[in-house]
């Protein structure tokens, strides 16, 4: 590798850092302010759409393809747009940085309209992850350095902040299973019931 791919490596991975480093910042004040993120009625598939561009980058180093399925007519949802956004970049980062160089790998943005809720999350073709591993993140959060250390080589940081963004749009990331591959994905409303409530 020439000193130019090196340098191109360096500002990709410092590009996806800072994003991450912003989503953090979000969760954060979120947390620290105890209070729900206003929710408005938002388009998932274009939040997605936006979220796998700001990785195209960081795909191209890591030798990942990304995919967008979505299933049935999702519609709008209930959803803080720039709370969504960075929660699924975030998560799909966590999936993307555990990939190694060498062989092609597979990340999936996915939704599914399913008994009244869309589904949404990021499903991998060579993941690790478990329902174990989520619950043993979340109990290392803060104390450990490598909390999702079976997930990435990373900190698991990604996981942290889109864990911390759903849970304060009033859900929750879940571990799942869809194809053959493994995911977290998290329930969302769709804004057509708001007028039911």
Do not use: W
């Not at 009625?41 to 997605?48: D, E, H, K, R």
């Not at 999702?74 to 960075?86: I, R, Y």
């Not at 990021?122 to 079976?150: E, V």
């Not at 990604?158 to 994905?185: C, P, T, W």
Request: glycine share 4%; aromatic share 8%.
């Amino acid at each position: 590798m020439n000193d130019r791919d090196q340098y191109r490596r360096i500002e990709i991975t410092a590009e996806a850092a800072i994003k991450l480093l912003d989503s953090y910042v979000l969760s954060s004040q979120t947390l620290i302010n105890q209070v729900p993120l206003e929710l408005n009625s938002i388009s998932l598939t274009s939040t997605m759409y936006d979220s796998a561009q700001n990785l195209s980058r960081l795909t191209k180093l890591y030798n990942t393809e990304i995919n967008i399925q979505v299933e049935g007519k999702c519609g709008l949802v209930m959803a803080n747009k720039n709370a969504l956004e960075a929660a699924l970049t975030s998560l799909a980062y966590t999936f993307i940085s555990a990939n190694d160089f060498s062989t092609k790998k597979l990340v999936t943005f996915f939704a599914q309209k399913d008994h009244g809720v869309v589904k949404a999350g990021i499903y991998s073709s060579n993941s690790q992850i478990s329902k174990k591993t989520l619950d043993s993140a979340r109990k290392l959060y803060g104390m450990a350095r490598q909390p999702a250390s079976t997930i990435s080589h990373n900190s698991g940081v990604g996981l942290y902040v889109a864990d911390s963004l759903f849970y304060a749009m009033n859900s929750e990331l879940q571990f799942s299973r869809h194809n053959k591959k493994s995911g977290l994905i998290a329930n969302l409303l769709p804004s057509a019931q708001l007028s039911l409530l």
